[in-house]
């Protein structure tokens, strides 16, 4: 599995913006050959307490722009937003496929206190891994790589 993994300059707090950069990042990524590509936490809005400003359903704008963006370059799109779940926000992680369905959704356990995120999204409480053309693979997001139980 060949994967491409972008930073961006984010562009604080705006969404379409973002989008823009990362179609072009998969684009570029789709034409390397890269069979996933990986966008930062936070990827359309920067690492924002803004939770009730930015934070969106899993069906929201956001996830159906990306899920176009991966559709159009056939490729796996990881990538991290503000999602409102059941009345909480959290700081997840979606995994789409090719045709841009989501494979994978992942809420981060341990929010960055020192951050003050614990204030602005609540905790995740599930750890599961999935699999792209049958290589398994896990998300985590930032700060949770510090705890050894995951």
Known sequence: ???????????????????????????????????????????????SMESAKIAEPLDGLSVRAMQGIAAAHTIHVVFGLATVQEGKYYNTLVCLDTSGKIIHTYNKIHPFCHGREDKHYASGDQFRSFEIDGVPLAGFICYDLRFPEL
């Open 1 to 47: 599995m060949k994967l491409a993994l972008c930073q961006l300059d984010i562009v604080w707090e705006e969404k379409q913006a973002n989008l823009v950069k990362c179609a072009a990042a998969a684009g570029a990524a789709a034409r390397a050959k890269a069979d996933l590509v990986v966008f930062p936490e936070m990827s359309l809005t920067g690492f």
